[in-house]
């Protein structure tokens, strides 16, 4: 008996790291996670869940892709390594801190969808989509099935 899928919305700045970049390498590490909220909901996350790519702190915010999880949830290496800027000098490699996962390039969107137009949509959405509400600034959020659907019928 499988889990039920679950779905989630990742941001990332678009100049560290894009859905460009993801399609480019095809799967890659969701390093430098260093939110505690953020880290619990990446230790929920298992292979064949969907994420919606974020691109955040640009000039137009918004959903440009679709990813896949591709791994289960390990420790994060970055913060173990002094050069990082993700080290965590009170994490050990007997007690990590910091977890990630695996993300796999699914598809870009025939078009962005821009933060002011899923706001447009707050109402359907629900007051439990945090990406909408006020003072959430977590970069990794949880997305109901209803959300995903909606998000990725405005495409």
């Given amino acids: ?9 990742m941001k990332t700045e678009p100049e560290d790291f894009s859905i460009d970049d993801l399609q480019r390498v095809g799967i890659e590490p969701w390093t430098g996670v260093r939110n505690y909220q953020a880290r619990n ?3 929920q996350m298992q292979p064949g869940d969907g994420v919606l790519f974020y691109h955040s702190s640009t ?6 892709g ?23 000098e009170k994490s050990t490699q007997e007690q990590p801190r910091w977890d990630l996962v695996d993300v796999k390039f699914v598809r870009k969107l ?5 933060l002011d137009e899923i706001r447009a949509h707050a109402e359907r959405l629900g007051e439990d989509f945090a990406l909408i509400r006020r003072g959430t600034r977590l970069s990794v959020l949880p997305v109901t099935a209803a959300q995903w659907k909606l998000l990725l019928s405005l495409e």
């Fill in 1 to 9: 008996m499988s889990a039920r899928r679950k779905y989630w919305l």
């Fill in 41 to 43: 909901f990446m230790r």
């Fill in 59 to 64: 000039e137009v915010p918004g959903i440009y």
């Fill in 66 to 88: 679709v990813a896949e999880v591709a791994s289960t949830p390990y420790p994060d290496p970055t913060q173990f390594q002094k050069k990082s800027k993700y080290f965590d």
């Fill in 110 to 114: 025939r078009r962005g969808i821009p």
